[in-house]
């Protein structure tokens, strides 16, 4: 099973316009998101691709791992932006996904690889590589602002 690792930003009026927006970009605002905990199954290939590839039809159902961070105009005032992270550690069998955001992206890249370390440690699995993809959007006075980080597992599903 690939699981592509795609990211987007995105404005809108609301918080949930920016949002879709950010998926939209990413490419999967057309399924129907399903999000799971955080574990690798120890078969997958994971593909960065920015943009996810044609995953099946709209309205399908899309099980996903993400990291979503959003600001609101008022926050343009506060901060220049938001960024989610998606940070993964894999080996040769299971592997594991950690998400963070916030304003500081560096702070957040941080916060993934502490959730990873801290996730290594309660497993005995075998670890031999580390990754981290994260999106910022800026934020902006006169729209909500959103970023997304999804780890998308195989192809979509239909719902019934």
């Known amino acids: 099973m690939d699981i592509h690792i795609a990211d987007g930003v995105g404005h809108g009026p609301t918080e949930l316009a920016a949002y879709d927006a950010a ?15 955080s574990v690798v199954p120890a078969d997958a290939t994971i593909r960065v691709v920015g943009t996810a590839p044609d995953l099946g039809p709209a309205g399908n159902r899309l099980t996903v ?7 609101s105009p008022d926050d343009a005032h506060e901060t220049d932006g938001v960024t989610a992270c ?5 080996g040769p069998g299971p592997g594991l996904f950690y998400e963070a955001d916030g304003t500081d ?14 996730g290594r440690d309660l497993r005995d699995w075998t670890f031999d590589a580390e990754e981290t993809c994260c999106a910022t959007v800026e934020t902006d006075e006169s729209a909500y ?8 597992y195989g192809e979509s599903e239909p719902i019934a």
Do not use: K, M, P, Y
């Not at 791992?65 to 600001?71: D, K, L, N, S």
């Not at 602002?145 to 998308?152: C, G, K, L, S």
């Open 23 to 37: 998926l939209a970009d990413a490419g999967v605002g057309d399924f129907n998101l399903v999000t799971v905990s």
């Open 65 to 71: 791992v993400q990291a979503h961070a959003a600001a």
């Open 86 to 90: 998606l940070g993964w550690a894999t």
């Open 105 to 118: 992206a560096d702070a957040a890249r941080r916060t993934v690889r502490e959730g990873l370390d801290a």
């Open 145 to 152: 602002a959103a970023a997304v980080v999804v780890a998308a």
